[in-house]
């Protein structure tokens, strides 16, 4: 399945490494979402984009810092990350906001992201 | 209280069994429901929505009931295939918030 994909699908880097993180979305949708999951944690919303306009920053640290150039594209820029970083990070997309179907969700594969 | 919540498991059920998962959340306002699977080190996939009226798809089967705020996934016959993570989703619509359960884990066991 190619709709949503995401690279890379495995990152190690140091606490001093600065890295993106890349997800596209094939699927025509308009909203776009970052999520955080770690071992034995529930999903935890990072960012949420509608029309390319973030719409949620869920308290997320500022070594988190989020892009989205248009709606097929989203990034995920880290720098100085701490080893509790490290964990599963799923991109999704959806129909915009609002809109009916938003509320159903297709996930990429993740980027599985260790921080030494 | 935790917006959505599941118990976790893990559930070890032999092949053929019948197993319930159960879903509590606790926003009245919540609209939209949902059953999503995880397979180890895979992403979330919908496995089904669900409806007042409860809703069937082949061997699982969906109810909701907005009284108690409950939510509930019936799988019959198990498959060693049917071994993942489900999670419990819920949608609060004028917040355009989706909430995500922890996640029930379930092992089919030959």
């Known amino acids: 399945e190619t709709g949503v994909t995401q690279t890379p699908r495995h990152l190690v880097m140091g606490m001093t490494n600065k890295k993106s993180l890349k997800c596209e979305q094939h699927?025509?949708?308009?909203?776009m979402y970052w999520y955080k999951q770690s071992a034995k944690k529930p999903l935890e919303l990072m960012f949420v984009?509608?029309?390319?306009?973030?719409?949620e920053n869920n308290s997320v640290p500022s070594r988190f810092s989020p892009e989205c150039p248009n709606s097929s594209h989203l990034f995920l820029h880290l720098h100085t990350l701490q080893p509790e970083d490290s964990a599963l990070y799923l991109c999704a997309s959806s129909h915009p906001l609002g809109a009916p179907g938003w509320d159903t969700q297709y996930f990429g594969p993740g980027t599985r992201l260790t921080v030494l | 209280r935790k917006e959505v919540e599941q118990d976790p498991g893990p559930f070890n059920v032999p092949e053929g069994a019948t197993v319930a998962f159960n879903c509590t959340y606790s926003?009245?306002?919540?609209?939209?429901f949902f059953w999503y699977r995880q397979d180890c080190r895979k992403e979330p996939k919908l496995l089904m929505s669900v409806y007042s009226s409860g809703n069937e798809d082949g061997r699982f089967t969906a109810q909701l009931n907005r009284a108690s705020q409950y939510i509930s996934l019936l799988i019959r016959d198990s498959k060693l295939s049917d071994s993942a993570t489900y999670l419990c989703v819920v949608t609060i619509s004028s917040y355009d918030k989706v909430i995500f359960g922890p996640g029930t884990s379930l092992s089919v066991i030959p």
């Open positions: 926003n009245s306002a919540s609209q939209s």
């Open positions: 699927l025509g949708h308009n909203a």
């Open positions: 984009y509608n029309f390319k306009e973030q719409t």
